[in-house]
């Protein structure tokens, strides 16, 4: 029974293996009728290389700032009586802006006046002395001594009727000064105190500040290599974050004449005009100074440099083969780079699909494709042949 039963288990195995055997035939016959699907090639897309004129820049943030502000407070001690205007009204050289209430000015000019007064009669009656001793001192009635006292007289009474005269117009002036005047043309930027505040030293402080917008600055920081190369009437370009994609273009007016000595930087200022008020103080952004311009340079967008062993290098097109070439950056300006060396207007590189090839790679092509929507690219003013697309910085390529 037990020898059956092994008889019958081999059987059963033997029959099993030529099953196995028979259909791994039956797939080989398959596969070679059917015969062998090869990879097809990387798809990548391709742009022109071509030339634009390349402004060398210094670059640093900045914030916009008045040309000129003025705190506007009293000289005077006293009481806020009023006040004429409010934040955002535009104001003229001169014009009223606050009343103050002086303490006990208005009795120190009374008493300054009733002292003038006093100098004045004892002025009047040192000079009728005088002319008296000079017409009875020929006849030896006066002596000399006597007229020498007159001279004197007179001379004492003249300086204190000055010192007199000088104190009511210090109180008057004083005084005048409760009258509070805008000192420039402006516009109200910050209301400060309100009627019934103590203004005037020591304690009180500003009123009202005005600036001047129709004309702002900003300052650039310029580093000490880069100084020699700024020089007064140098065009420059501010751009600001809360109005993109909108530059706003100056020149450089003024340099500082020595360098900070914590950034070891070099404040320039360049100043914009903003006739209708678009521009207010304070709005930061980006300044650049021109310094000089690369003309009928050859540009790439930034994605197709990649960076290997701190070179760069980019995928030129050869036919339907990519070549791997070295290349010499330039100015970056984020989406797009210039090309010192290693390029040639015209000649098509490789701006998506790198990650896949190699150098020798054969490829299929689509030209001039935004890499990232998918949309056709068209041509852009500001170059000559194809636009450089929108991309990310340049990637890395271990």
Excluded at 154 to 166: G, I
Excluded at 245 to 267: I, Q
Aim: charged content about 25%.
């Amino acid at each position: 029974m037990r020898d059956r039963r092994r008889t019958v288990l081999g059987g059963l195995s033997r029959g099993a293996a030529i099953v196995a055997l028979a259909l791994v035939a039956a797939c080989s016959k398959s596969d070679g009728a059917g015969g062998a699907k090869s990879r097809p090639p990387p798809l990548v897309v391709v742009t022109k290389v071509t030339t634009r004129d390349v402004p060398v820049e210094v670059r640093a943030p900045v914030e916009l700032r008045a040309l000129e502000q003025a705190d506007v407070g009293s000289k005077t001690l006293g009481v806020l009586d009023a006040v004429f205007v409010d934040r955002g009204d535009k104001v003229k050289r001169g014009q009223l802006v606050a009343l103050v209430r002086p303490s006990d000015l208005p009795d120190q000019l009374t008493a300054a006046r009733g002292t003038l007064a006093n100098t004045q009669a004892s002025l009047a009656l040192a000079r009728q002395n005088f002319d008296r001793a000079s017409k009875l001192a020929p006849s030896g009635v006066v002596s000399q001594q006597e007229l020498a006292n007159a001279t004197a007289a007179v001379a004492q009474a003249e300086a204190q009727q000055a010192a007199a005269q000088a104190q009511v117009s210090a109180l008057a002036v004083r005084l005048g000064e409760t009258r509070i005047d805008a000192p420039m043309d402006g516009i109200v930027s910050v209301r400060r105190l309100d009627p019934g505040a103590i203004v005037g030293p020591p304690g009180g402080g500003a009123i009202v500040t005005i600036v001047q917008i129709d004309k702002l600055r900003v300052f650039i920081p310029v580093t000490e290599r880069e100084v020699a190369k700024i020089k007064l009437g140098l065009e420059a370009r501010v751009e600001l974050d809360a109005l993109p994609n909108r530059p706003f273009l100056g020149k450089v007016s003024k340099m500082a004449p020595v360098l900070d000595p914590s950034t070891r930087t070099l404040d320039v200022e360049v100043r914009l005009t903003n006739p209708d008020g678009e521009l207010r103080p304070g709005m930061f952004g980006h300044g650049a100074i021109i310094t000089e311009v690369h003309p009928h340079a050859p540009v790439v967008p930034a994605s197709a440099v990649l960076l290997s062993d701190n070179k760069s290098f980019v995928y030129v097109l050869s036919g339907d083969k990519v070549q791997r070439r070295a290349v010499e950056i330039g100015v970056d300006e984020g989406t797009w780079v210039e090309i010192k060396g290693g390029l040639r207007e015209g000649e098509e590189i490789v701006t998506a699909g790198a990650d896949s090839i190699s150098d020798g790679t054969t490829v299929r092509v689509q030209r001039d494709l935004d890499p990232y929507t998918g949309a056709k690219l068209t041509a852009s003013p500001s170059t000559s042949g194809t636009a450089v697309p929108p991309s990310a910085p340049p990637s890395q390529r271990n």
